[in-house]
C-alpha cells in the first residue's frame, strides 16, 4: 500500500505539489497521468524516499523497486552484469533478460546496446530486485509497438498481485498494464 496525504512540495519558488493525496492499496495498479511539470516524477521520488516532502505523510508498505526516466545502468558493464547487481540468481537474471528479448545480449557492454535495449535492461533490473512496489516512469519510452507488448506481458507476469505506478503520457501503456488512469 501507499499513502500520500495532504503532501506539499516545492523546489525553490516553484510550487509542485500543493495538498495532494492519493492511496494505492496493496496489489492495485495505477497510472499517473498529466503535462510535463504537474509532478508525477516527484510523486515516484517521494515514495523512494529520493525526495521529502515539505508537509504531509508519505507511507509506503514493502519494498520499492524502480525503472527510472533515465536507465541508469553502469555502462561499462555487461546487460547480464547490470542486472546481477540487484539480483543474486544468476539463472534468474538470465530468464529476465531472454524474456525482454536480450538472449543474444547477455555478456555486451551497456554502452553498446541500442537505447530500447538499455531501457530493457533496466526493466529487467527493475523486475529482478525483490519488491513488493514497483515504480515505472517512463518506462516504455524508446521501445516500438511490438517491443511494449513484450515488455508489458513481462512486467504483467513479474508484478502480479503487487502493487504498480506507472508514469506515462500514452493512455495505450496504462492499457497494456492494466493500470487505472489518474489525471493529476
Known sequence: M??????????EDKVVLKDFSLHVS??????LMGASGTGKTTILRLIMGLEKADDGEVY???AVSAVFQEDR???????????????DDKEKAKEMLCALSLCDDLDTPVRDLSGGMKRRVSIARALCFPHEILLLDEAFSG???QTKGV????INRESTGKTLILVSHDETEAK?????????
Open 2 to 11: 501507499i499513502k500520500l496525504s495532504n503532501v506539499n512540495k516545492s523546489f
Open 26 to 31: 496493496a496489489g492495485e495498479r495505477i497510472c
Open 60 to 62: 509506503k508498505g514493502g
Open 73 to 87: 545502468l553502469c555502462e561499462d558493464f555487461s546487460a547480464l552484469s547490470n542486472v546481477a547487481l540487484v539480483c
Open 143 to 145: 521501445l516500438d509497438e
Open 151 to 154: 515488455v508489458a506481458e513481462v
Open 176 to 184: 497494456l498494464i492494466n493500470a487505472k488512469i489518474i489525471n493529476i
